[in-house]
């Protein structure tokens, strides 16, 4: 979904490795200082043994001060970039799972999912620029106090609107976003709450993993630079004992191919529909893959995109997949206890498919 609080353009920029600032630390690279004193002192030996060996000695010498300064030179050069040093690993045990709720929270059209477990929370998305108070709300009823993780997929309103409300009244741990940013209010807003809270984004990289009570996510994606936003959601799969939950933001059909061909092991019982219940999403070969027991599709009531569309409809139906949907029954809520998943309402059987009333990016 586009951005309607301003017009957006894209635009790329180095983003801290760390979700905490911290004061001091050097985050891009500038050939100055000791790094340049050191580059020149390397040479200056080299020149001074050669004079002194001879050509064959300093032909020796210079090959070796250039696998040196290129050494130097990668090293800095990795220090500019966004990713993490290390892969974050957790530990999971399958066979001690945990109480595992997910909350899909009706916020219209847009998205946003908060994950409990053992006294520990994840939220996914906060809705569009409207709902940022209403997730806020929906938090502190299921007697949410702080958010282990917060993961915005990726810069569209109605995924990161109301996370700046969110940022700015929970203590996070870690903000996930990804690489991809836009030029616009919205995305702004949230970098302005993380400044406020002395944060800063983390940039996860496919195959990370972190603990969440007993529970554990892994990123799947994005697993490459794309030109479009939707393609660039953080992908993630939630597991709880035998229990999977797969999130792919506003992932569309391109990047779906790219997740199968990672190799990434995507089956689940519960598929949260990609882009709404888009057809840009959900392709046949990807929802094989899956091969969901149940989808949930989150969208708004006679929202002028359209979601879901016939087509992904259609697809669910092949696959056998039961539905729940936000526009029709309201916040859908999954509990796990590891290996049986229970609802708080009983699936849709409408099979209905929205109306497209409006030109425009879905």
Not at 17 to 33: H, L
Not at 80 to 93: L, N, R
Not at 300 to 321: I, K, T, V
Not at 347 to 360: H, N
């Amino acid at each position: 979904m586009q951005n309607n609080k301003n017009n957006s353009s894209y635009r790329k920029r180095n983003t801290k490795r760390n979700s905490r600032k911290k004061p001091g630390k050097r985050t891009g690279f500038s050939f100055a200082g000791k790094d340049k004193l050191s580059g020149l002192l390397i040479l200056l030996i080299v020149f001074t043994l050669g004079i002194a060996g001879g050509r064959n000695v300093a032909a020796g010498l210079w090959d070796s001060a250039k696998e040196i300064i290129s050494g130097m030179w990668s090293g800095m050069q990795s220090d500019q970039t966004s990713h993490p040093e290390h892969k974050q690993q957790a530990t999971f045990d399958e066979k001690n799972p945990g109480r595992l709720e997910v909350h899909y929270i009706d916020v219209g059209q847009g998205d946003a999912t908060v994950v409990l477990c053992d006294g520990h929370a994840l939220l996914i998305d906060a809705g569009d620029n409207s709902k940022g108070t209403a997730v806020q709300n929906y938090l502190r009823k299921q007697g949410v106090k702080h958010l282990d993780y917060v993961i915005g997929t990726h810069p569209d309103a109605d995924h990161i609107g109301g996370l700046d409300v969110v940022i700015t009244k929970y203590e996070c741990d870690t903000v996930m976003m990804p690489e991809f940013e836009k030029d616009n209010n919205t995305y702004r807003d949230v970098l302005e709450a993380l400044s406020y809270r002395n944060m800063e984004k983390t940039v996860p990289q496919p195959g990370d993993s972190y603990m969440l009570g007993r529970a554990c996510f892994t990123v799947i994606a994005p697993l490459k630079e794309y030109r479009d936003a939707n393609n660039n959601s953080i992908s993630i799969l939630l597991q709880n004992g035998q229990n999977r939950f797969l999130f792919t933001g506003d992932a569309e059909a391109e990047a779906e191919e790219d997740i199968l061909e990672s190799g990434a092991h995507v089956k689940a019982d519960v598929f949260q529909a990609g882009h709404h219940g888009s057809s840009t999403s959900n392709s046949e070969e990807f929802l094989k893959a899956v091969s969901p027991k149940y989808v949930v599709i989150s969208c708004g009531e006679d929202n002028d995109y359209g979601h879901p569309h016939a087509q992904s409809m259609n697809l669910f139906r092949q696959m056998g997949s039961k539905i729940y949907r936000t526009d029709q029954q309201g916040s859908v809520v999954a509990y796990s206890d590891g290996t049986q998943i229970v609802w708080n309402c009983s699936p849709d059987e409408s099979w209905k498919a929205g109306e497209k009333r409006k030109q425009a990016d879905e």
